[in-house]
């Protein structure tokens, strides 16, 4: 069996798939045709009327050609759109791992700046340990060195004091001397003397 006749074939347009989404019925073709004139027109595809369409007999002023030229470009155009709609489906696919991957990122040198921030501070708190601990044998430090002068002075002045009194003893013990010395002088003298009187009377 050969091609339907145009009208035969407009016929079928209303008995396939959902009533709801059919867009042309047989008492309304005309005005469906009309909108997608215009509508192509609009698009910068062929006009699907011969003339402008405003003749009695629709038929004769109706370009078949122009429309199966104009599904034709409707079609590529609807792939050339899908094939972009999918590029930038593809493309946001991209962008979402690159973000996913970003936050991660983010998140790891987030997790290693805390880690961080918690070693600095741990160091921080070590470091003033010390520097208490520094500071706690410095001032013992200074204790025992302000005990060792003052044990240094005190060692100093008995040690002068000593001094002063071993040199007032040789003083003294050098004018005991000297005393002692007077004495067995003047007893000597003494002694003479009398060996002088006795050895005088004797004569």
């Known amino acids: 069996r050969g091609p339907l006749p145009l009208n035969d074939s407009l016929e079928l347009l209303g008995g396939f798939g959902d009533t709801g989404n059919i867009f042309c019925w047989r008492d309304d073709l005309d005005r469906c045709i009309s909108y997608l004139n ?44 899908s094939t972009k709609l999918g590029n930038m489906e593809a493309e946001e696919i991209r962008w979402s791992g690159e973000l996913d991957s970003l936050r991660a990122r983010q998140a790891k040198l987030k997790d290693q700046v805390e880690m961080c921030e918690r070693e600095i501070a741990a160091v921080q708190a070590k470091e003033q340990q010390l520097q208490s601990k520094n500071q706690q044998l410095n001032d013992l430090l200074k204790g025992e060195k302000d005990e060792i002068t003052a044990l240094l002075d005190t060692l100093a002045s008995r040690t002068a004091q000593h001094l002063h009194e071993m040199k007032r003893k040789e003083q003294e013990l050098s004018r005991l001397k000297e005393k002692m010395s007077q004495l067995v002088t003047e007893k000597k003298d003494r002694r003479g003397s009398v060996w002088r009187e006795r050895e005088g009377h004797v004569g």
């Open 38 to 81: 215009k509508e192509l027109r609009a698009l910068g595809l062929p006009a699907l009327y011969k003339d402008d369409g405003s003749g009695a007999d629709t038929e004769r002023g109706f370009n078949l050609l122009a429309l199966v030229n104009g599904t034709c470009g409707l079609l590529n155009l609807y792939q050339s759109v």
